[in-house]
Structure formats: structure tokens, C-alpha cells
């Protein structure tokens, strides 16, 4: 029992550098949260420049907090650190499927492939909403060739047939993506059948005109 004081302040002196490491890590993870929404936006408004340099702002966020927990894996692991690495995952996809690039693979991006296939599932459902500017804008050969993408990612997910544990709980996330597409698939389904029938109309109307003339 001597040696328990000794013991004792060993033990706070390592909770102590734990616990600054945490608040970091959450500090780091919010500020990455924020950098990959903003160029997730960024894409959406085509502004790529923009998105690129968020994305140069996420890497060092990234790089700096997996540094700062190097010596603590444990809370490397935890939650809202993975959540963060996944949406740097995320940001990176949009911005590849987007721009047509090809994808950052989960070595170049240094995430553990759980954390990848969390941020490929999200990119793929953050699709719907380009997919969803582009019938807006009656621009549906582009809104297809994006829906092919996504369809893919999402048929390439239902085949990663591995215990939750090792996945980081992607087979919630696939269902997610397989409802997020069958509506995507339903939008544009509607929006090509009505671009064909006022096509259609419009011929008749010529038609008709010529007809009278």
C-alpha cells in the first residue's frame, strides 16, 4: 500500500493528458463537421474552387486530430471522432462523383474502412439532393448519368455481407440508401415520362398547326 499514492497520481497524470486530448479531439472533430459541410455545399453550387480549398482546410483538420490521439486509440475509436473521419469521407466523395474524379481510396483519405463505407453510403445519399437540382433544372441526361452513380454505390454496399461490429452498423445505412434511391429512381422516372409527353404534345401541336396552315 505505499506505493498507492504513487499509484493514484500516475493514474490522474494520465487521465488528466487523456482528457485534454478529448476536448481537442471534439473541438477538431466540430471544426471538421463544419469544413466538410461547407464544401459539400460548395460542390452543390458548383463553386468547385471553393470545395477544393475546404477540402485542403478538412485534410489538415483530420491529420492534426489523428496526430493529437495517436497514443490513444481508444479515443481514436470513439464516436464523434469516427463520425467526424466519416464525413471527411463524405466531403471527399461529392466532391469526386461531382466533378467526375475518380475515387479517394480509405488509405489515401487514412480512415479505417468501417469509417469509409459510413462516408460512401452518406456521399451516396447527399447525391439525391444534386440529382434533385438537376431535374429542377430539365437537365435529365445529367441527372441520370449521377443516378447511374449512385444506384452503383448502392448495389456495390448490399454486397459487403460482414457483422455490424466490423462494419460500424453499415447495414442500417444501406437500407437508408436503398430508400433514398427507389425515391430518386421515382423522381426521375416521373420527370423523363413528362419531359416524353410534352415532347409528344409538342409534335402533335406542330402537326396540327401545319394541318391548318
Do not use: W
Not at 13 to 35: G, V
Not at 115 to 142: K, N, P, S
Not at 177 to 195: H, N
Request: hydrophobic share 40%; net charge negative; with cysteine.
Amino acid at each position: 500500500m505505499d506505493n498507492l499514492n504513487a499509484i493514484m497520481d500516475s493514474i490522474r497524470r494520465d487521465l488528466d493528458a487523456r482528457n485534454e486530448a478529448r476536448d481537442q479531439a471534439l473541438k477538431r472533430s466540430r471544426d471538421l463537421i463544419r469544413h466538410c459541410s461547407l464544401s459539400i455545399r460548395a460542390c452543390h453550387r458548383h463553386a468547385f474552387d471553393k470545395a477544393r480549398e475546404l477540402l485542403a482546410q478538412v485534410d489538415a483538420l483530420a491529420a492534426q486530430m489523428s496526430a493529437d490521439l495517436a497514443a490513444y486509440p481508444d479515443l481514436y475509436y470513439a464516436g464523434y471522432t469516427r463520425d467526424a473521419l466519416k464525413e471527411v469521407v463524405e466531403a471527399h466523395l461529392v466532391y469526386a462523383l461531382i466533378h467526375h474524379d475518380p475515387l479517394p481510396t480509405p488509405e489515401a483519405l487514412n480512415v479505417p474502412s468501417s469509417v469509409y463505407l459510413g462516408g460512401l453510403a452518406e456521399a451516396a445519399t447527399e447525391m439525391r439532393r444534386f440529382i434533385l437540382d438537376l431535374i429542377r433544372q430539365d437537365r435529365l441526361d445529367e441527372a441520370e448519368a449521377y443516378f447511374v452513380k449512385m444506384d452503383e454505390i448502392y448495389s456495390i454496399l448490399v454486397t459487403i455481407d460482414f457483422p455490424d461490429a466490423l462494419t460500424g452498423g453499415l447495414r442500417r445505412q444501406t437500407d437508408i440508401v436503398r430508400g433514398v434511391t427507389e425515391r430518386t429512381r421515382g423522381d426521375l422516372t416521373v420527370a423523363v415520362r413528362q419531359r416524353r409527353l410534352e415532347r409528344a404534345l409538342q409534335r402533335f401541336e406542330s402537326m396540327v398547326s401545319g394541318e391548318d396552315a
